[in-house]
C-alpha cells in the first residue's frame, strides 16, 4: 500500500513538474530572464512560489532546467532513424528537426537565441547543441561523426542558415502570416540546400563524398527529395 501511494505521489510530482516547464518555455521565450520574478512565475503558473523552489531550488536553476530539457528533446528528434540508409536519414534528420521547432516554437527560439543573451552558460549549452546537430548529420552523411575542419565549417554555416530560416518560419506561423510553406515543402528546401552544401564538401574534401540519393543513375546526382509530400 505504501508503495503504491510513493508511485502516485512521484507521478503526480512529476506531472507537475512538467507543467512547471512548459510554463516557463513560453514565459522566457516572451520575456527577459531579468524582467521575470519568481512572483511573476508562480502567478502564471497558478502555483505557490515555494513549489518552484522544492523542483529548481532558484530561478536560475528553473530557466537552465527548461533550456536543458528543451536541448535534449530537439537533439533526440533531430537524431532518431539511426538505421536508415544514409540520404534517408539525413532527410529525417532535417524533418525532425523542423517538427520540433514547429511544436515547441518558444523552448526552439530559447535554444536558437540564447534566451538571456550574455549568460556565458545558456550560451554553452546553445553551443553544444549546435556541435551535436552538426555531428548528427555529419554521421548521417558520411557515418562518422568527426569530419575535416573545412568540412565541418561548411556544415556549420548550413546550420546557421537553417537556424535562421526556422525562426522565421515558426515566427511567421505564430502571427498567422499568410502563404508559409508547410513543414515537407520547407524540409525540401534545407535537404537542396545541404545536397549543395555536400557537394560543395566533396569538391574541396575528397575524403567526405556526398552520399547518393536513392536510384540515382551513375554520373548523375538527384536532389534529395522532400521526407513527406511533394516539393
Request: net charge neutral; proline share 5%; charged share 25%.
Amino acid at each position: 500500500m505504501k508503495s503504491s501511494q510513493h508511485r502516485g505521489k512521484t507521478g503526480r510530482s512529476r506531472v507537475r513538474r512538467d507543467e512547471l516547464m512548459a510554463t516557463g518555455r513560453k514565459l522566457f521565450a516572451d520575456t527577459s530572464y531579468d524582467a521575470l520574478s519568481m512572483d511573476d512565475i508562480a502567478k502564471q503558473a497558478g502555483v505557490a512560489k515555494g513549489l518552484i523552489y522544492y523542483y529548481f531550488k532558484s530561478k536560475r536553476g528553473y530557466y537552465l532546467a527548461i533550456v536543458e530539457d528543451s536541448v535534449a528533446e530537439l537533439v533526440a528528434r533531430a537524431g532518431g532513424e539511426t538505421g536508415l540508409p544514409a540520404a534517408e536519414r539525413v532527410r529525417r534528420t532535417i524533418d525532425g528537426y523542423l517538427s520540433y521547432a514547429e511544436h515547441h516554437r518558444a523552448a526552439y527560439r530559447t535554444i536558437v537565441t540564447g534566451g538571456v543573451g550574455s549568460d556565458a552558460e545558456v550560451l554553452a549549452i546553445r553551443d553544444a547543441v549546435r556541435e551535436e546537430l552538426v555531428a548528427t548529420i555529419a554521421e548521417s552523411a558520411y557515418g562518422r561523426r568527426t569530419v575535416p575542419p573545412l568540412a565541418r565549417l561548411a556544415l556549420v554555416g548550413w546550420l546557421s542558415s537553417v537556424e535562421g530560416i526556422t525562426l522565421e518560419w515558426t515566427g511567421a506561423l505564430g502571427a498567422g502570416a499568410d502563404g508559409q510553406p508547410d513543414r515537407a515543402r520547407l524540409g525540401a528546401l534545407l535537404v537542396r540546400q545541404l545536397r549543395t552544401t555536400l557537394d560543395v564538401i566533396e569538391e574541396f574534401v575528397p575524403e567526405c563524398p556526398a552520399p547518393p540519393t536513392p536510384g540515382e543513375s551513375a554520373g548523375r546526382r538527384d536532389d534529395l527529395a522532400p521526407v513527406t509530400g511533394s516539393p
